[in-house]
């Protein structure tokens, strides 16, 4: 049984960091695309960050450029996404997600992914 795990998440002032990250069971994270979405109170789910974890190809939303990295334990099978310069709109339940080979263009749409993680909440203050 495929189960993601997201863990990390927690409260923080505007400005400061954190480490989200994604643990996998019941398949690796070899050669899928694995993202970051988010959700905040009201607001539609939206795409943070892709992984294509075959070719190493990143991809980011506009709003996290050069704020927010990915990166990857091979040996946890997990991914990680450090999170840097928080601002109070980050404040969101961010999911972990995953889909087959390959992100391309569409990888910040919800219906590319088969498997989703609970949650885990992220919260910057002012």
């Known amino acids: 049984q495929v189960q993601l795990v997201e863990s990390g998440g927690g409260s923080v002032q505007a400005g400061g960091s954190l480490r989200l990250s994604c643990s996998a069971s019941g398949f690796t994270f070899n050669n899928k695309c694995i993202a970051w979405f988010r959700q905040a109170p009201g607001k539609e789910r939206e795409g943070v960050a892709a992984?294509?974890?075959?070719?190493?190809?990143?991809y980011y939303a506009d709003f996290v450029k050069g704020r927010f990295v990915f990166s990857r334990d091979n040996a946890k099978n997990q991914i990680s996404l450090q999170m840097n310069s928080l601002k109070p709109e980050d404040s969101a339940m961010y999911y972990c997600?995953?889909?087959?080979?390959?992100?391309?263009?569409?990888?910040?749409?919800?219906?590319?992914?088969?498997?989703w993680g609970q949650g885990t909440q992220v919260t910057v203050s002012s």
């Open positions: 992984i294509y974890t075959g070719g190493g190809n990143k």
């Open positions: 997600a995953a889909a087959g080979p390959g992100c391309g263009s569409k990888w910040s749409l919800r219906d590319k992914y088969n498997y």
